[in-house]
């Protein structure tokens, strides 16, 4: 037995058509680009371990801890300053701060210096930290600027220190070519923020290039 659609319902079934199109290519585009798995390595500022917990939150949570310079699978940034890895083994759920993730593969770990202090304590003595006041009293604030490090040796790096002292504790370290944001010029050093990870620190104005 036949049936013949006639003009008002044949038109009806091409609208639903046409709609289920359109939300069906909807779908598809509001998938999150950032949900494709991609490379990152661990970067924390002392050159400690990254936790990584069954939750995007800070608690009793944590799964296990991940080395830094290690090589991690992300598998999606959740957007508020927690990162998905890609769940294998026996852990399905995986987070991480994303502050401590970078997209390049750091330098050493940082490796903890005698630091100069005003007792004479440390390897700099009296004469470091006066060194350091002289540096600080020459410094000031400034519009913030990027730079690159540079460093005479292709397979050098480039220290950030805690203070404008060469035997100031080490924070990170860097190749040449990475860039930094300058937010203090002193007299031989510059202070640095790193916008990749956050980290502020000082490094010699020789080793930096705009």
Same mark, same amino acid.
């Given at each position: ?7 008002? $319902? +044949?038109?009806?079934?091409? *609208?639903?058509?046409?709609?289920? =199109? &359109? ?18 390595? !661990? ?5 400690? @371990?990254?936790? !990584?917990? %069954? ?10 801890? &991940?080395?830094?310079?290690? $090589?991690?699978? =992300? ?6 300053? #927690?990162? *998905? ?13 994303? @502050?401590?993730? !970078? ?25 470091? #930290?006066?060194? &350091?006041?002289? $540096? ?25 220190? #805690? ?12 190749? %040449?070519?990475?860039?930094?944001? =300058? ?5 031989? #050093? *510059? ?10 620190? +000082?490094?010699?104005?020789? +080793?930096?290039?705009?």
């Amino acid at each position: 037995m036949g049936y013949d659609l006639n003009e008002e $319902e +044949f038109a009806m079934i091409k *609208r639903f058509l046409a709609m289920a =199109v &359109i939300v069906a290519m909807a779908m598809v585009m509001l998938i999150p680009v950032s949900q494709a798995e991609f490379t990152m390595w !661990v970067y924390t500022a002392n050159g400690g @371990k990254l936790n !990584v917990r %069954s939750a995007p939150c800070t608690g009793d949570n944590v799964l296990y801890q &991940i080395s830094y310079g290690s $090589e991690v699978v =992300v598998e999606y940034h959740l957007g508020n300053g #927690w990162t *998905r890895l890609f769940g294998a083994g026996a852990y399905a759920d995986q987070y991480v701060q994303t @502050k401590y993730l !970078v997209n390049y593969k750091p330098g050493p770990a940082p490796k903890p210096s005698p630091s100069p202090s005003p007792s004479g304590g440390g390897s700099a003595g009296s004469s470091g #930290w006066t060194a &350091i006041q002289n $540096e600080f009293k020459a410094g000031r604030r400034v519009t913030p600027y990027v730079v690159e490090t540079r460093n005479a040796r292709a397979s050098g790096f480039v220290n950030l220190r #805690w203070a404008p002292h060469k035997k100031a504790e080490l924070i990170a370290s860097y190749k %040449s070519g990475v860039q930094l944001e =300058v937010i203090a010029e002193l007299k031989d #050093w *510059r202070q640095v923020r790193d916008p990749a990870t956050g980290a502020v620190g +000082f490094i010699r104005q020789d +080793f930096l290039v705009r």
